[in-house]
Structures are given as structure tokens and as C-alpha cells.
């Protein structure tokens, strides 16, 4: 077996028995990666806290059959500020579980981990909205991943959209006008602000964006539409959903939403 060595950000942890762990990775050159750590549990693990979510990593890997093997890890980046900020650390999961539930295990897209890798830096840094900045990594990760959103005309009849009431197809993947939208049985209703922001964030680079400063029923909007397109496009939910969307609610409403789902 090879040994494989590559940057990774950390994507997941789970426990394996009293000393071990296994890592989820999303890795620069080798894809979406799951290894074991051994020791990592015991107080002289040479690993300590550096396995850790968001931490980004030079990591050596034994490749095995069905799991690899952690080697070596050295810290790059701890991210340390996105567990310590609680609105930071749940935008930022979000944006890891879209990683992992993305990519197939060894599925080499260098892209995906170049945006993940700057979107948690900008994360980490002076952000006016963090809720545009995920739908942002949302909508750019579907395009990565070959379902890039068709935002500026009807996918029926061509029309552009310049202004009016529009819909989002999730099952064709763009817009569609309002006359096109009852032939479409999966659609999510846009007004023109709503769209025009998608496309914005689309096409706009993830630093710039942390300096973008939109009302926040915009920004609820434009996140609620990037959550259900890049769910049909997984084809199965994301578990952070729920979650970071009721804790937005609840802060527009001026009352924490409450974590349980």
C-alpha cells in the first residue's frame, strides 16, 4: 500500500474503541479520505488536539484497504476562533458537512478543498453576514461539483430576469419565469432581490463577500433557497439545515432558536 502525502482540512471525528479515532478528511491532492488514528485518546499521543474539525493539516497517510492510517499530522491552521464563536462554529460546520456529504470517498476535486480552505478563512475573520458567506460556499460547491444553479434567464422560455416574480426548479437546476413555473412541479418561490443576490454570490469571490452588507430577511431568503438547491442536488438532507436556519430566525426575531431538531 502507498503512503500518500497531501494537505487536508479536518472534517469529522468519531471514537474507535478506548484509544482511537476516525478522521474524515478532505484532502488538497487525494479526495475525501477516512483514516484511523491510533492513540489519539491517550493523554502521550504525539497527535494531541491537532486532529480536531476545521484544523487544516499536513498530513502523512498509510493507505489501507478500507481505511487509511494517520502517520504524521502537522498543524497549518487551527481555525481555533470558529469553536470558540458560536455563530462561526455552526455556519462553519455547515460548510464541513457539505464537504463530506459532497465528495466520494477518494473523488479528487482540488477545487473543493481550495474553496473550503479560503471559505473557513474568511469565516474566521471580520464577517458582516456569515449567512451569505455559507449560502455563498453552498451555491459555489454545487457548481464545483457539476450543478452549477442557471440564474439569469428562464430555463423554459429564455425570458431574462431583469425584474418580476421568478422560482427556482430544483429539480432542472435555474430559474424559471412565473408563466413557466406550473408546468414545473419543484419549485421554490424568488422575488427579484431574493435572485439577484444568488447570482451575486455566485459569481462574486468568498473575501468580497464577507464585506457584503444586505438586510437580513435578504440574507435568511438567499440561504433558505442555497440549503434547498444544494440539497436537490445531494438528493438527501443535510443535517445543519434545520439547525442554522432556526438559529437564524431566532436572532432576526431577537431570541436564540433552540438547538434541538
Known amino acids: 500500500m502507498a503512503t500518500l502525502k497531501d494537505e487536508a482540512i479536518v472534517l469529522h471525528v ?7 479515532r476516525i478522521v ?16 489519539v485518546k491517550r493523554t502521550a499521543s504525539r497527535f494531541g488536539a491537532r486532529l480536531e474539525p476545521f484544523t487544516h493539516l499536513k498530513v502523512v497517510l498509510h493507505e489501507g484497504r478500507n481505511l487509511d492510517t494517520v502517520t504524521q499530522a502537522d498543524t497549518v491552521r487551527t481555525h481555533a476562533p470558529l469553536r470558540t464563536d458560536y455563530d462561526k462554529y455552526l455556519y462553519g460546520e455547515s460548510m464541513l458537512e457539505l464537504a463530506e456529504r459532497s465528495l466520494r470517498e477518494n473523488q479528487n476535486l482540488p477545487r473543493f478543498f481550495d474553496l473550503l480552505r479560503v471559505s473557513l478563512g474568511v469565516l474566521e475573520g471580520e464577517v458582516r453576514d456569515c449567512a451569505l458567506l455559507l449560502a455563498a460556499y453552498q451555491l459555489k460547491a454545487c457548481a464545483l461539483i457539476g450543478y452549477r444553479p442557471h440564474l439569469d434567464r428562464c430555463l423554459h422560455c429564455g425570458r431574462e430576469t431583469s ?14 419565469c412565473q408563466g413557466c413555473a406550473r408546468a414545473s412541479p419543484n419549485v421554490l418561490h424568488l422575488n427579484a432581490q431574493v435572485l439577484e443576490l444568488l447570482r451575486r454570490l455566485l459569481g462574486t469571490e468568498m473575501v468580497a463577500i464577507a464585506r457584503f452588507d444586505e438586510p437580513p430577511h435578504l440574507a435568511l431568503e438567499a440561504l433558505r433557497a442555497s440549503f434547498a438547491y444544494t440539497e436537490s442536488v445531494l438528493e438527501q438532507r443535510l443535517r445543519s439545515r434545520q439547525i442554522v436556519l432556526r438559529h437564524l430566525e431566532g436572532k432576526l426575531r431577537g431570541t436564540e432558536a433552540p438547538l434541538s431538531t
Open 24 to 39: 474524515s478528511l478532505i484532502t488538497a491532492g487525494h479526495g475525501l479520505r477516512r483514516a484511523v488514528v491510533k492513540g
Open 163 to 176: 425584474s418580476g416574480s421568478w422560482h427556482l426548479d430544483l429539480s432542472e437546476g435555474g430559474v424559471t
Open 14 to 20: 468519531h471514537d474507535l474503541g478506548e484509544a482511537d
